[in-house]
């Protein structure tokens, strides 16, 4: 083996880790919104954001970094910041009322929605395995869902759905805008911001006092969101999503244990069989992008 061939393989193991690691933080980060306890979902929205703006913040004055945004790139912040902030405040609302594995997995649907809205906002085309791959997913996601009258989780599973549309179409407008050549912590900064100005309101009018150890969980899930956020930008600096992307479906994991161990959740079995059809979805697509390749 070529001392290059070592260095690559370096870098790919790094960027496997990173994403292992980011997706224990964002798992670390739904459980602890999830233990925070009987607290509006717009104010944990709106906590969660806020480390994440001083985080965000703090990069530019380091960097000594100006806040401007081109005019050609405002639009796409925009709708960045309010698809990202819609499938935020979903996501939450799913997680208060969903098992932990459950949540993450409807929220991970969000690359399958990129395809899809990849189409018209990016005049991208996709592959027959991605259409098929998208359509398997979704009668996954069906069995996590489980449409019928009598399921009391069918409206959080349903507003779960749309946080993983509003991820996916959150990461098109990213994806437009790194194409821009716009820089990450300007999205992020910006991102946090409008997040928290949306919550505000409901913090101002609706504030529920909370106990020191509930502002406590929710400072972690912002470091914890902080942490996915730094892991999965350095892991696909390492290596290309298509080497990488399919450990972050560990995520699900990260969250079903959280939930058994702290929570004594077990997913029913067809959510099980939900998580295996979508996570072998996505496994098989990162496979033939690697044969591909």
Known sequence: MKPSDIGKLNNHVKGILCIIAAAAGFSLMTFFVRISGDIPTMQKVFFRNAVALVIAVTTLIVKKEKLYIAKGNRFDILMRCLFGTSGLIANFYAIDRLDLSDANMLNKLSPFFAII?????????????????????????????????????????????????????????????????????????????????????????????????????????????????????????????????????????????????FLGEIPVPLSIAGYIIIIGVAFFRWYLARKKA
């Not at 969101?225 to 600096?237: D, E, P």
């Open 117 to 261: 809205m990849s189409i018209p906002i990016l005049k991208e085309k996709p592959s027959k395995t991605d259409i098929g791959a998208t359509v398997i997913a979704f009668i996954g996601a069906l069995l996590i869902v489980r449409p019928s009258g009598n399921n009391l989780q069918l409206i959080p599973a349903l507003v779960g759905l749309y946080g993983g549309f509003g991820a996916g179409l959150a990461y098109v407008f990213v994806r437009r805008l790194g194409k821009k050549g716009e820089r990450t912590s300007v999205i992020v900064l910006c991102f946090s911001l409008f997040s928290c100005l949306v919550a505000l309101p409901y913090l101002i009018f609706d504030y529920h006092h909370m106990e020191a150890t509930q502002l406590l969980y929710l400072i972690f899930a912002g470091i914890a969101a902080a942490v996915g956020q730094f892991g999965i930008t350095s892991a696909y600096k390492f290596a290309p999503a298509k080497d990488i992307s399919v450990f972050d479906y560990t995520q699900v994991i990260f969250a079903a244990t959280w939930g058994l161990i």
